[in-house]
């Protein structure tokens, strides 16, 4: 499976706008959210290839937003990175367990973004 459509999840403007920014260069088109409500919805009507999802956010957090999202069929093989300043151990084994496929720590480098773009093309 190639990437070409990437939802992008952050409540944070500057992060929103930082990993859009790196996808969109990369050659993928960009759609974002900016809560995990918000996200639900969008997976459903956009039907992206990939989510880069922040786990801190008002309404719905990104860690329920990805059991809502591994748990329905329509978007249950879409694989979702957390991208979060949370960074303990345990964090990252709760996120898996939602049904994160990888974890990257804020701050993050275009390269740990573009690696995650390669590792589900």
Known sequence: MSINKVLVVDDSPSE?????????DAGCMVISASN???A???AKSEHPDMIF???????MDGYEATRHL????????IPIVFVSSK?????KLWGQMQGGKAYITKPYSSD?????LKAFS
């Open 16 to 24: 929103l706008s930082s990993i859009k920014q790196i996808i969109s």
């Open 36 to 38: 995990g409500k918000e």
């Open 40 to 42: 639900l919805d969008k």
């Open 53 to 59: 999802m922040d786990i801190i956010m008002p309404e």
């Open 70 to 77: 591994s748990n329905d069929k329509d978007t249950r093989n």
């Open 87 to 91: 960074s303990q151990k345990a964090d």
């Open 112 to 116: 740990q973004i573009i690696d995650q």
